[in-house]
């Protein structure tokens, strides 16, 4: 029996590798013609660049703009996921481990958000924006992004404050330590593994995000790098498929550096959400 | 420490839940329920006051032949999504739990679509199937099947498949991965138990990983079944409905009513149906969710 499956192991790792690589294949295009010329990409799609040149790149961020877009994003993940870290994980202290007459009632409340999608709540969230007079601005879509990420914030660290052993805070309590001192010195700390794992999903979320940014801020204002990118491409008529990789390239590279760094915790972060 | 008096501590607890109860009510729980409102009126958003009409936007949308289309196309979408996410990726999954050399290097291929946004697989996926420059064409024509060569994206009987290569692609590695995590919790005594004379590949995954995979199996339908119909993102970065309302999906529809055709409570009576349809999976969910822990 050993036998047997010695052998088709590597021939079972070797199809898979070949298939993997298939996988990833259409982005490994978009990388080699993104240093290639029109002309190049045309003629040649699948070879290698013949000189590796940086000039899409260079017109990527003087005639397309792209830097100041990608600020913009960066600084709007974190705007973002500063918030929900902070609301979401006391509010999920909260609901689970202290006593609360309305506890099971917001839980249903907020647990009945994971399954709205997006275009449930886009038209009349546009109007309230519109009656706000906050319509297509960055306030609105942080507004948006939090409460939209709310309930699967709570429900993720939710899972995890049960792990916290009672007697830590109990402890705390009788040296005198305050509800809220209690939840920010004691429970919090030990909430960190959770915390990262909010972070790798909101911030590779709200990086990514295109449909969202665009129906909230317009393609008129969109300054946010991926809604930047869209619009180059609405404008184009011919698409020059070189500027658009080099865009495309940019704009994964964070992304995609971050992923090789921690595999792992991507993973287990992106699938969180999903594990009861 | 109780004389302290439960003042204090409701204080604590409006303090630690208001922020987020506050945001989540005016800005999810408030535009929600005002769109039940809006289904019931003919609002433009901006050009007319809002008037009662009754269901009328209900039964207009399902004389609607765009809705209809877009109807179709979603549980069309659905169906495939659902076979596709939780029998193809369970089978992924057995296949990638067996691999030892460069583990990590074959799971992170399949896994990476995932990472990437919207916009760049629609990107890709576009380039793919471009009729003069896209690989696609290329390879055919390098192959001699020139005739097979043609604009994958906008022929009527290609844009579906399309569409589905593209979101299977992006998120296949990712319910593999919820499937590889359930795989490693399953105790390896289980798997001597059964037995060396009858260790075939098929009972193992018969006797031992479909049953004990249960619970992921029934996550990932149902999340598959919610992805079917969410799809919407995935419609506007690339065919936009076309050719002919034939990859509308329900919320491409209420985007391309609401949003850019200033019909908003028309849109809104189709967001209620999605919700509706959403309502009866989540329900099927906690029965399903029930049933399996009985019999745990």
């Known amino acids: 029996v050993k036998s047997r499956k010695r052998l088709y192991v590597p021939i079972l790792e070797g199809l898979l590798l070949v298939i993997g690589l298939v996988v990833v294949s259409p982005a490994f295009l978009a990388f080699i013609n993104a240093f290639k010329s029109l002309t190049e990409i045309r003629d040649n799609p699948l070879a290698l660049p013949a000189k590796w040149s940086f000039e899409n790149f260079g017109e990527l961020f003087s005639k397309v703009g792209l830097s100041e877009p990608m600020l913009n994003s960066f600084l709007m993940c974190i705007a973002v996921i500063g918030s929900l870290v902070l609301t979401g994980s006391m509010a999920a ?184 | 420490m109780r004389v302290r008096g439960s003042l204090s501590q409701m204080w604590a607890s409006t303090v630690l839940v208001g922020p987020a109860l506050l945001l989540y009510l005016g800005f999810f729980v408030v535009p929600a329920v005002l769109g039940f409102a809006y289904s019931l009126t003919n609002w433009s958003g901006w050009k007319n006051a809002p008037t009662f009409i009754g269901l009328d936007n209900f039964v207009e949308l399902f004389r609607d032949d765009r809705f209809i289309a877009s109807i179709r196309f979603t549980l069309f979408e659905t169906v495939i999504l659902v076979v596709v996410f939780t029998g193809g990726a369970l089978a ?91 795989l490693q919790t399953i105790p390896s005594e289980l798997y001597e138990a059964l037995g060396l004379e009858s260790k075939s590949a098929i009972d193992v995954l018969r006797y031992i990983q479909i049953p004990m995979l249960r619970p992921s199996i029934t996550l990932t339908s149902v999340m598959s079944v919610i992805f079917g119909i969410n799809l919407f993102g995935q419609i506007m970065v690339t065919t936009m409905g076309a050719p002919g309302y034939r990859t509308f999906t329900v919320g491409y529809f209420i985007y391309w009513q609401g949003v850019q055709h200033d019909r908003q409570g028309y849109a809104a009576a189709a967001s209620f149906v999605t919700f509706v349809v959403l309502l009866i999976v989540a329900a099927l969910q906690t029965y399903l969710m029930r049933r399996k822990e009985v019999q745990l």
């Open chain 1, 93 to 276: 202290y909260s609901l689970t481990r202290r006593k609360m007459t309305s506890g099971p009632v917001l839980k249903v409340l907020f647990l009945a958000g994971l399954i709205i999608p997006f275009q449930v709540v886009m038209v009349p969230l546009l109007q309230q924006f519109r009656t706000l007079n906050i319509q297509t601005s960055y306030l609105a879509l942080w507004l948006h992004y939090v409460s939209w990420g709310l309930p699967l914030c709570i429900f993720i660290y939710s899972g995890f404050v049960g792990t916290v052993p009672k007697e830590l805070e109990e402890a705390a309590t009788i040296d005198g330590c305050g509800p809220l001192g209690l939840f920010w010195k004691i429970v919090f700390p030990l909430l960190k593994p959770c915390t990262i794992t909010i972070v790798i999903f909101w911030g590779l979320w709200i990086w990514n995000d295109y449909t969202q940014a665009l129906v909230i801020m317009g393609p008129a204002k969109g300054q946010l790098a991926f809604v930047q990118l869209g619009r180059v491409l609405q404008d184009q008529y011919v698409k020059n498929w070189n500027t658009i990789f080099a865009g495309v390239v940019t704009l994964s590279a964070p992304v995609t550096l971050l992923y090789l760094l921690m595999q792992q915790k991507f993973e287990k972060g992106l699938t969180a959400g999903s594990v009861k």
């Open chain 2, 92 to 182: 992924l999954a057995v296949l990638l739990d067996k691999v030892r050399k460069w583990k990590a290097l074959i799971r992170g291929l399949f896994f990476y679509p995932y990472i990437l946004s919207i916009l760049v697989s629609g990107l890709l996926w576009q380039y793919m199937a471009n009729s003069r420059e896209g690989a696609v064409n290329k390879i055919l024509r390098g192959m001699g099947l020139d005739s097979w060569a043609q604009n994958w994206m906008s022929d009527p009987a290609w844009a579906p498949w399309f569409i589905t290569a593209m979101v299977v692609w992006s998120a296949l590695g990712f319910f593999a991965t919820i499937y590889l995590a359930n």
